[in-house]
């Protein structure tokens, strides 16, 4: 039985992406906060983390830019949600 993964191999390319993806939803998120109203910076981040989920579900494999993207939108969420 093949098994159908959807998320990436742990590589030091992984590694490598996953700082930069960070860096870049976090920046983008003080960024959109400062600069605009802050429920304009989350109704924004929140329509694309679901854009991105949807898409995410609806692929049958593992598509790079795909899984990057959807990484990317939770990262830019996570300042704004209350611990």
């Known amino acids: 039985m093949q098994v ?3 998320v990436p191999e742990i590589t030091i390319y992984f590694w490598i992406l996953k700082l930069l993806t960070t860096a870049m939803g ?3 998120s003080d960024y959109l ?3 605009h109203h802050p429920y304009i910076a989350v ?3 929140g329509i694309g983390l679901i854009a991105s989920l949807v898409l995410q579900l609806l692929v ?3 598509v790079a830019w795909i899984y990057w993207l959807a990484s ?3 990262l ?3 300042p ?3 611990m």
């Open 60 to 62: 049958r494999r593992y």
């Open 33 to 35: 906060g400062l600069s």
């Open 4 to 6: 159908m993964r959807k």
């Open 26 to 28: 976090e920046s983008t």
């Open 76 to 78: 830019y969420l996570e």
């Open 72 to 74: 990317s939108w939770s």
């Open 80 to 82: 704004w949600v209350p």
């Open 43 to 45: 109704a924004l981040g």
